[in-house]
């Protein structure tokens, strides 16, 4: 069993940044490939980014060059840095396993606008 706590969702005016930072127990978060999904209203749950256990990144089309994920093995925590916000990234972002074994945390809301 994981247990996935996302926090740092929130209001920004576009162009805006934000950190969203994922907290894991219950398992080896060092051995963990995680990632980030994000729902918007009225759309199926999509990709954002993923980091695997050895540091390889991953990330859809649509933030790359824009959003950074990241991970802190000591803290047992994942990181997305967004930045140069647009309003279609607004959504309630949630991070999961990646694994075979799908665990997911409850999300956290992001909203772009001005």
């Known amino acids: 069993q994981v247990h996935l706590v996302e926090s740092g969702g929130g209001l920004v005016q576009p162009g805006g940044s934000l950190r969203l930072s994922c907290l894991a127990s219950?398992?080896?978060?060092?051995?963990?490939?995680m990632g980030w999904y994000r729902q918007a209203p009225g759309k199926e749950r999509e990709f954002v980014a993923s980091?695997?256990?050895?540091?390889?990144?991953y990330y859809a089309g649509s933030v790359k060059g824009r959003f950074t994920i990241a991970r802190d093995n000591a803290k047992n925590t994942m990181y997305l840095q967004m930045n140069s916000l647009k309003p279609e990234d607004t959504g309630v972002y949630y991070c999961?396993?990646?694994?075979?074994?799908?665990?997911w945390g409850q999300g956290t809301q992001v909203t772009v606008s001005s």
């Open positions: 219950g398992s080896n978060f060092t051995l963990l490939h």
């Open positions: 999961r396993t990646m694994g075979q074994n799908q665990y």
């Open positions: 980091i695997s256990a050895l540091g390889g990144l």
